[in-house]
């Protein structure tokens, strides 16, 4: 999976090569384990049965809408979109078609990826099911975070939201052209329909949800999620506790691999809440350095972000989020942003315009400039003694 570390020494070794800035061009991606590339050569290299199939010309690879529409349409279509393409550091998201270079580096055989088509196109599909003796077309494929994007509705430029789940994602509507920065954030397909391709800024959190299931399993401090908001709610704030969720390493914008977690300010008053909600602002900041540097190194003016996610459930987060931002954050009744955006996009191929029937609750800045910056100071201070302790 995505967070799994184990070729972080292949990595390392690339960029000591100094292929890191030219794989960045290409693909928009910063070298790093997170991405697909490195672990497909990885099970190429280790996994007996992965080499005894190549051989025979009987192994194909790709990412998990490819495996579902392998299933859906019984083998017949090797397919994925230009949006999944583009996040497995193979694919030339200039040229939107694999990188010679790319597969040579990785060592990866062209014939065994699938073949890339867009998002969604009103004259081809994906495949056809046969469900019950009726063939029904796949219309729409697209990548978790962008299509979230989509059903978010930001369909300009610069339009931005969050997702709170067991990572966390900041995504924006970049436009039709590709502009990449050195503030480490990734540039990537955002989904491309009807032969028009929109491209999308992106900040990878590892750890957003994934801090709570850590004070959950590792430290017991609650039995189940719904316990969540009412230890937040009664311990009212973190009391000073500020956490650093590095627990595989810190992602967007920091990418660091090697820093360990951190838990400062404890005191005997110190409760099961404080440190809930410790955990719960450790995302809203790290979802605020994310909107900084891309206010910063993109010249982009945010001030609204629409968020979605598990973890949106939490009033604290919401409220914390729009403080320490700065912004107004909006929150839809559904959480199911990632599906309702395929959704649309199939819609659109048929030309069918469905009613927006979904409310928003939206919460206001009310923190102190004086308290906000304390807090930030706080957390950059926190931050930096994590990364001075590896």
């Not at 995505?2 to 020494?9: A, E, F, M, V, Y």
Request: glycine residues 8%; hydrophobic residues 40%.
């Amino acid at each position: 999976m995505w967070q799994d570390r184990r070729t972080s020494l292949f990595c390392e070794k690339l960029e000591k090569q100094g292929k890191g800035q030219m794989i960045y061009k290409k693909t928009g991606l910063r070298l790093d384990p997170y991405f697909s590339a490195s672990k497909i050569n990885w099970i190429l290299n280790n996994v007996k049965q992965a080499k005894n199939l190549i051989k025979n010309n009987d192994l194909l690879v790709g990412t998990v809408d490819t495996w579902l529409i392998w299933k859906l349409t019984n083998g017949q279509n090797h397919l994925t979109d230009v949006s999944n393409a583009s996040r497995t550091m193979l694919f030339n998201i200039n040229s939107l078609e694999w990188d010679k270079e790319l597969i040579k580096i990785f060592n990866i055989p062209q014939a065994i990826l699938p073949k890339v088509i867009s998002s969604a196109d009103s004259k081809q599909n994906f495949g056809l099911i046969n469900l019950s003796g009726q063939e029904i077309p796949i219309l729409a494929v697209c990548g978790d975070q962008t299509s979230a994007l989509y059903g978010e509705q930001c369909f300009k430029m610069g339009d931005t939201k969050a997702t709170f789940g067991t990572g966390g994602f900041v995504v924006v509507n970049a436009g039709k052209k590709i502009k990449l920065s050195n503030s480490k954030l990734i540039t990537t397909v955002g989904w491309r329909i009807n032969k028009e391709t929109i491209y999308a800024l992106e900040g990878s959190i590892f750890q957003s949800g994934g801090s709570l299931k850590w004070l959950r399993d590792n430290l017991g401090l609650f039995k189940d999620y719904e316990d969540i908001n009412s230890l937040s709610k009664q311990a009212k704030d973190s009391q000073g506790v500020y956490l650093i969720p590095a627990f595989v390493g810190l992602g967007a914008p920091y990418w660091l691999p090697k820093v360990h977690g951190l838990i400062t300010g404890l005191t005997h008053q110190t409760q099961k809440g404080h440190l809930i909600n410790a955990a719960i602002e450790a995302a809203a900041f790290q979802v605020n350095d994310l909107l900084e540097i891309i206010k910063k190194d993109y010249n982009l003016k945010i001030t609204k972000i629409k968020v979605d996610g598990g973890l949106t459930k939490n009033p604290y987060l919401l409220q914390f989020q729009a403080d320490i931002s700065n912004v107004l954050v909006s929150k839809s009744e559904n959480e199911e942003m990632t599906a309702r955006g395929v959704a649309l996009m199939a819609a659109k191929i048929l030309n069918w315009s469905p009613l927006s029937f979904f409310s928003n609750d939206h919460f206001k800045p009310l923190m102190t400039s004086t308290i906000r910056k304390e807090k930030l100071v706080g957390w950059e201070k926190n931050l930096a003694l994590a990364c001075h302790n590896t």
